[in-house]
T-cell receptor
Framework: KQEVTQIPAALSVPEGENLVLNCSFT??????LQWFRQDPGKGLTSLLL?????REQTSGRLNASLDKSSGRSTLYIAASQPGDSATYLC???????????FGEGTQLTVNP | KAGVTQTPRYLIKTRGQQVTLSCSPI?????VSWYQQTPGQGLQFLFE???????NKGNFPGRFSGRQFSNSRSEMNVSTLELGDSALYLC??????????????FGPGTRLTVT
């Protein structure tokens, strides 16, 4: 059974800092990994999707990497801003279809 | 292009009642998945529909059911509501139902409170 773990559970940083969020998964047989952000009481916003054959994806200040063999992914946020404050979730899509298995999330607070 | 829409956004029900939630996917998306989000269990997969067929099912009791219509819109139903069913129910759609590298897009969710 696939298990996804995110570290740290919470993170508080000053504005402008670069930061890294970590995600690990137990079964490396995945199709892709997706990073989301969730604002309080809201739905999920897709940030980046990394296919299993890729090593990384970039969008603006965000960079996500994937090491399938070791079961790890990182989300790098450059020059953090208060608007980045949210919960960040990683999820893996398994070979069985469109089922996503989520981690518990990292709650990020960026202080002005 | 309109995003995933879910109705209603908020719902209050009493134990023992049943409830139906609706999800309209992004135009052209044929796969619709449902998730339950609670503070204690996080995000858990309920089921996925593609071309009106349930292709995957999570580990939830039979009180949770769903269906998909020919226009890809989906509904989920929960019968005999329990207090533990209080949660944010999220719907996601993707371009295709075959496991691939397509992103899943989530709706705003329906907040269900069972009293």
């Amino acid at each position: 059974k696939q298990e996804v773990t995110q570290i740290p559970a919470a993170l508080s940083v000053p504005e402008g800092e670069n930061l890294v969020l970590n995600c690990s998964f137990t079964d490396s047989a995945i199709y892709n990994l997706q990073w989301f952000r969730q604002d309080p009481g809201k739905g999920l916003t897709s940030l980046l999707l990394i296919q299993s054959s890729q090593r990384e994806q970039t969008s603006g200040r965000l960079n996500a990497s994937l090491d399938k063999s070791s079961g790890r992914s990182t989300l790098y946020i450059a020059a953090s801003q208060p608007g980045d404050s949210a919960t960040y979730l990683c999820a893996v899509e398994e070979t069985s279809g469109s089922r996503l298995t989520f981690g518990e999330g990292t709650q990020l607070t960026v202080n002005p | 292009k309109a995003g995933v829409t879910q109705t209603p956004r908020y719902l209050i029900k009493t134990r023992g009642q049943q409830v139906t939630l609706s999800c309209s996917p992004i135009s052209g998306h044929r796969s619709v998945s449902w998730y339950q989000q609670t503070p204690g269990q996080g995000l858990q997969f309920l089921f996925e529909y593609f071309s009106e067929t349930q292709r995957n099912k999570g580990n939830f009791p039979g009180r949770f059911s769903g269906r998909q219509f020919s226009n890809s819109r989906s509904e989920m139903n929960v019968s005999t509501l329990e207090l533990g069913d209080s949660a944010l129910y999220l719907c996601a759609s993707s371009r295709t139902g075959t496991s691939s590298s397509y992103e899943q897009y989530f709706g705003p969710g329906t907040r269900l409170t069972v009293t």
